[in-house]
């Protein structure tokens, strides 16, 4: 692969007629084998490819080598890939936030998974008037009540987020917002019901 890579970047980073196929074929290589994965991240493959409009001809290859990666080697998500996450939050938003919680089911084996967590938090106006708008609040709820470092770091961020979600259009989605702040009351949390 070290040799074939200086082939495949270019034919990938500057689209052609063969691009599909390439990519096709890396995704295949890499569910037979997710070893794979790490030469990819090392040549920064799936981070090389442009999605630039709503009908892109590589989304639905570069998403799931995307979820190979949450599902199989999360150890490898880092900074490198927020420009291809933000494209999927903004496309495929009940998708993507699938491939979050599996990576939150594995949190546990990554060194620092903080960052990438707030940056899907950062994106919470995506959520916020959509069905899975649920599972956002359920996963950051999850991550609060189960992992005391992170809610020492990160509450007073995820309160106002959950009172914004109260409001939301979609009752699932303020149902789960509301339960999630009835859960974590305490003294600390003020609501003004009266803006609600």
Known sequence: FDYLAQFIIPAISSPCNETKEILKILLKIAVKNNLFLIKYNQYHIITSVMLTDENDPYEDELFDLLGLIFVKKP????????RILAYFINKRPDD????????????????DPFPILDFLLSFARVYINIPSGALFVDLFYYLISQFAEYKAQRFDTIKPIFTAFIRSDQKIVAYEAMKAICNLYDETIKIN???L
């Open 75 to 82: 150890l490898l998500l880092s900074q490198m890939y927020t």
């Open 96 to 111: 993507t936030i699938c491939l979050f919680s599996s990576y939150v089911d594995n949190i546990e084996l990554i060194n």
């Open 193 to 195: 019901m009266k803006t």
